[in-house]
């Protein structure tokens, strides 16, 4: 059984920044893809950042392209996203994943999902 556990979601106003961490407890999954969703009220889960097993293949949606920053460390079994010059249209609640995906943007490839961590901006 693989569990994910997020941490280091808050308040922080709009331009600030905030780093999200993910630890795997149980089974590890140090060797899988790794990445982060979010989804907002009344909206579907987007995809966020992706980081391949070894961190050779990155890959961010536009909206978070050149702000946040996805890495991992096997050692450790942790993946982290670095939220920089956030907006408030970046409220949500950010999911970390885990799993052998072939889509990494569709939420239904991924194996693991933690419960979640709610990021919210002020303006």
């Known amino acids: 059984q693989v569990q994910l556990v997020e941490s280091g979601g808050g308040l922080v106003q709009a331009g600030g920044s905030l780093r999200l961490s993910c630890a795997a407890a149980g089974r590890t999954v140090s060797t899988s893809h790794k990445g982060w969703f979010r989804q907002a009220p009344g909206r579907e889960r987007e995809f966020v950042a992706f980081?391949?097993?070894?961190?050779?293949?990155?890959v961010y949606s536009d909206p978070v392209k050149g702000r946040f920053t996805i890495s991992r460390d096997n050692a450790k079994d942790t993946v982290d996203l670095q939220l920089n010059s956030v907006k408030p249209e970046d409220t949500a609640v950010y999911y970390c994943v885990a799993g052998n995906v072939g889509e990494a943007t569709i939420a239904t490839s991924w194996n693991y999902w933690g419960q979640g961590t709610q990021v919210t901006v002020s303006s």
């Open positions: 980081i391949s097993r070894f961190g050779g293949n990155i």
